[in-house]
């Protein structure tokens, strides 16, 4: 150091500083770009790393003071110049090299090289007027180390794709340029030649020095302020990513960022990437909590399950919020069936303690389906349908359950979601239909009237029993829908029937809720001009369950207008005798799973004469279906039931043939 200009080595040392930490900003965009980007990004670092390079090796060399005249070659100290920039550019490129370990030490040992061969050349370039000798083992040190530290640097650039990172390959391209000329300039002696003037000219080559600095420094700004225009450009980008892929509610991913890591996840697969079980949430009674509370504590609510999900899962899985109440977990933690099936079983464990919002109490739950990848697939879409199938069939069975996916239950579902396809487009298309049943007066064989049945013949399925598709079409939430059909067909049918024939129908206990049953049979009453002692509703004893106080009043309203009410399927369900008491009941019918088995069958038999005498005892008719044989009549009739139905007399009929047949049997009795 008693051979340099202090003030220009600290000049040098500045502009090293300051070039070595844009160096490695300009050339951590150059390696991690995409696109074409790169080139924009390659020839900025290039240009501003080379020239930084090569104005602190110069400002340096100008501060050494070999204690003689000196003067510069121009051309090899502009060659000089040019291999820094040109030899950093062919760096910058092997650094991008797929290996990184190659490109390390390809792209690194280039750069290393480069300012070796700059120092050197510009070495060449300074002209002392004295005896020049060299140190060799000074020199291959000094060049050792450049490479060393360089391709070191460009490691640490490589493994950082965040950039966050920065200090220590900052302090390693320093030292392999502070290095490389110290330890070049310690290998370089010069002695005086005797009878020629001692010392340089000092205060030009501060000038000269200073000069470069600026220059350096204009084209180094310049790199730093595009880097800082790009960072907050990346910064901005990054905040409206965020953004775009985050529930604004909750905090959670949204729908997007759930799509973005199943995709991300499913390609890591083919590499190196780790098993996963994909998990999907749907809150049970939430919208019973929006409804009666309000949308502020819905959104409260979901808030607060998004913090119990957060303590349900590990802190590697994935949570978004993907619905308005449905969430999808990402497990990474979860790399088999015990463990997926673990996880799932604690969201709804966590998920079943009430909730405490703004003072009010709410109580949901959970279901989860869960499916695992690669186990089952390895593609984004099909697992979030076999996780969403998975979730059905959980529904499906009760709130509160968990299921995880498996192949038979994909083909039992795909073909439940065929039939519900099927389903709403039949009845969009009303190709519902209505047949009817006769009923017969059990003493004299006459018809009283029919029941109402559902019907439906499926394009692809051919026809479907209503046990099959009526609790589906509950279930869809189009039973209301059909039940008004259902009503208006039949009641205008039976308006066309002798006086003395009423008809039956079915009504669902869903039918119940919301307290418009009553308004919609006396409107349709009205409208097709049936009278309403001669329609009878038959409920199953579930109606009696589900809300026994709205069911008392509107049965009752019922009664009250003339109706008549029939228990239907009696001794399948509670069978409660309570029911007969409570209830305005006026019929009972005795389920055909007894009447089938009739009358051989010692169990079904005694049954069906205790609901006889029941029946008798209290007054009520009784009706038995299913009738199909002539000892299952002669039995029914044998012990008291007042009424009766069966393929034995007919078959459902569609509107035009029961009314042939009740027209051409005005008050005839039906052969036994």
């Not at 500083?17 to 300009?26: E, I, K, M, R």
């Not at 309403?532 to 009250?560: F, N, W, Y």
């Amino acid at each position: 150091m008693n051979d340099h200009n202090a003030m220009l080595v600290a000049l040098a040392a500045l502009l090293c500083l300051l070039g070595s930490f844009v160096t490695v900003q300009l050339a951590h965009r150059t390696i991690h770009a995409r696109g074409r980007t790169w080139l924009h990004w390659w020839f900025l670092a290039s240009v501003s790393a080379g020239s930084s390079i090569w104005a602190t090796h110069f400002i340096a060399m100008l501060g050494y003071r070999p204690g003689v005249p000196v003067e510069f070659d121009a051309t090899l100290t502009i060659v000089s110049a040019l291999i820094a920039i040109g030899g950093t550019a062919i760096g910058l490129t092997l650094c991008r090299l797929r290996h990184r370990t190659l490109a390390a030490l390809c792209g690194g040992g280039t750069i290393g090289l480069t300012i070796s061969a700059m120092h050197y050349v510009g070495m060449f370039a300074y002209r002392p007027d004295g005896i020049v000798s060299w140190r060799p083992e000074f020199i291959a040190a000094s060049i050792g180390f450049a490479i060393c530290l360089a391709a070191g640097a460009i490691a640490l650039i490589r493994a950082n794709p965040g950039g966050d990172r920065t200090l220590l390959p900052t302090v390693m391209t320093m030292l392999a340029i502070i290095t490389l000329h110290f330890l070049g300039m310690a290998g370089f002696e010069v002695a005086p030649i005797a009878g020629v003037s001692r010392g340089a000219d000092s205060d030009v080559f501060t000038a000269m020095a200073g000069a470069i600095a600026l220059a350096a420094v204009l084209i180094v700004g310049t790199g730093i302020s595009t880097h800082l225009f790009e960072e907050t450009r990346a910064q901005s980008q990054e905040e409206l990513r965020k953004m775009a892929m985050t529930d604004a509610l909750t905090g959670l991913g949204n729908r997007l960022s759930f799509v973005t890591r199943m995709a991300n996840n499913c390609l890591r697969l083919h590499t190196r990437g780790k098993p996963f079980a994909l998990l999907m949430v749907d809150l049970d009674r939430f919208k019973a909590i929006n409804d009666t509370l309000g949308h502020p504590v819905g959104d409260l609510l979901l808030v607060a399950v998004a913090e119990r999900l957060r303590e349900a899962v590990r802190g590697r899985d994935f949570i978004a919020r993907i619905g308005g109440d449905e969430f999808a977990v990402i497990a990474l933690s979860a790399v088999d069936e015990a463990s997926a099936q673990a996880l799932a079983e604690r969201i709804v464990s966590v998920l079943s303690e009430p909730f405490m919002l703004d003072g009010h109490l709410a109580e949901i739950g959970g279901s989860v389906g869960a499916t695992l990848a690669p186990h089952f697939s390895d593609d984004p879409e099909t697992l979030t349908q076999q996780a969403d199938l998975a979730l059905y069939r959980a529904k499906h069975d009760g709130r509160g359950r968990t299921c995880l996916f498996n192949p038979e239950l994909a083909a039992t579902l795909l073909d439940r979601i065929a039939l519900e396809t099927d389903l709403r487009r039949a009845c969009a298309n009303q190709a519902i239909e209505v047949a009817y049943q006769p009923i017969l007066d059990a003493r004299t064989g006459r018809f009283t009237g029919a029941e109402a049945l559902l019907r439906w013949t499926c394009e692809t399925r051919g026809e479907v029993p209503p046990n099959v598709f009526v609790p589906v079409i509950e279930e869809l939430g189009l039973i209301g829908t059909i039940g008004e059909m259902v009503l208006e067909r039949a009641c205008a049918a039976a308006a066309s029937w002798p006086d003395h024939l009423g008809v039956s129908i079915n009504v669902s206990p869903l039918q119940f809720g919301g307290g418009t049953l009553l308004a919609t049979i006396a409107s349709t009453l009205q409208r097709t001009g049936l009278a309403p002692h001669r329609l009878q509703i038959e409920i199953t004893e579930s109606a009696l369950l589900a809300d026994d106080t709205l069911v008392l009043q509107t049965l009752e309203a019922l009664r009250a207008s003339g109706l008549s009410i029939a228990l239907d399927d009696f001794g399948t369900g509670y069978s409660s005798l309570s029911y007969l008491h409570r209830f305005p009941i006026d019929c009972i019918k005795i389920d055909r799973s007894f009447v089938t088995r009739l009358p051989h069958d010692t169990g079904s038999a005694s049954i069906v004469r205790a609901i006889c005498d029941l029946g008798t005892s209290l007054g009520l008719k009784i009706a038995a279906e299913g009738i199909e044989t002539e000892p299952q009549r002669q039995f029914i009739v044998d012990h008291g039931c007042s009424h009766m139905q069966g393929y034995r007399f007919s078959r459902p009929l569609d509107a035009q043939a029961i009314a042939a047949l009740f027209a051409t049997s005005r008050g005839s009795k039906v052969a036994a």
